[in-house]
């Protein structure tokens, strides 16, 4: 069996094969997705700066920009787990919902200390997701229709267990370290007379962590490669031994889990857990991945892609909230901003074949 292996200059994980490195040497830089990205959040930074100089105050736009980013993140890898193996996951608002009701409850009436929360609620996200990955597996039924069906039935059940369990539909318990976490910084770093910017908050090492443990298993893992593989081509992996029902079933999980955590960091965000926790999540947890270059297709992801998508996003956001465009509008934006990116992809894949054509 042959295993996908990826450009060591470009971070993305790859199921197709390599190409050689004369046609690698001919692809113009300009196609490249994550440069073009750096380059546009670098412009539209100094443009919101412009316009709004309050867009650079460190305290009061940038720790909430870096801490929503930081939360967005998590959520755009966990669209990209399933996106994958060629599925989507509908319901990442709701497991994200799932999860952060766990650890409220933890706090709320079991008096657990905030790691152990924590993990309560990744182990109820993962739950879930393997339970939808199994349903999938099982029925051969689309992942499309699974987890919309299971995002309606976590909205009810959701909502009715905080119903049940809380006054004011929300736990508002707020263990040890969760006001720190909301709202403290990683602290000044000082070279010399210079120190760096304090507006990074806590939060932000969940994304690292969680970015490093994906880079690890789709870079360097057998398992990773068979998880790319089964996107890719689910009938020759299941041809070369690669049980792709389980396979289906961990990146499901795995997309639970991150949807979890995605709901605890938003939870800390707000300082309660309510029901209403991953309401917005699905529409930018497509933009962050498609934007940083993992296709809907399956096969191929890209880990800092969706970090670079996520911070495009959140940075059109807040310069355009600066600039006093209401939500309504806002999400017109975003949903312009998602169809450019999905024409953009096609052009480069039509410019990439073009030069693979005319080097053969």
Known sequence: MSTPVAPPEDDIATAEP???PRTAHKTPFWVNQRLGLLVLIVAL????????????DERLVLFPLLRDIATLTVVALAQMVVLSVGHMNLAVGRMAAFGALFAGFGYDRLGLPLPLGLLLCLVAG???GAVTGWIIA?????????????????????????????????????????SELRSASLGDICVGPVCGSPAIPQMI????????????LYGCTRLGRELLLTGANPAAAELSGIPTGRRVI?????????????????????GTFRASIGDDFMLPSFLGAVLGGTLLTGGVVSVIGALLGT????VIRKGLDLLGVGLESLNIYLGCVLLLALSADRVRTVVSYRKVVRST
């Open 18 to 20: 390599p190409t050689s």
């Open 205 to 216: 090492q969940f994304t690292v962590l969680a970015m490093a443990g994906l880079g690890f």
């Open 138 to 178: 099982r029925t051969g039924v689309s992942a499309f229709v699974v987890t919309l069906a299971m995002d309606f039935a976590l909205l009810g059940l959701v909502s009715l267990m905080y119903s049940a369990l809380t006054e004011n539909a929300a736990f508002t318990t707020r263990p040890a370290g969760l």
């Open 311 to 314: 911070s495009l996003v959140g």
């Open 45 to 56: 930074c100094a443009l919101f700066g412009v316009l709004r100089p309050a867009f650079f």
């Open 250 to 270: 961990l990146a499901h999980a795995l997309s639970g889990l991150l949807a979890a955590l995605a709901g605890f960091m938003a939870a800390v965000g707000t």
């Open 126 to 128: 993962a739950g879930i």
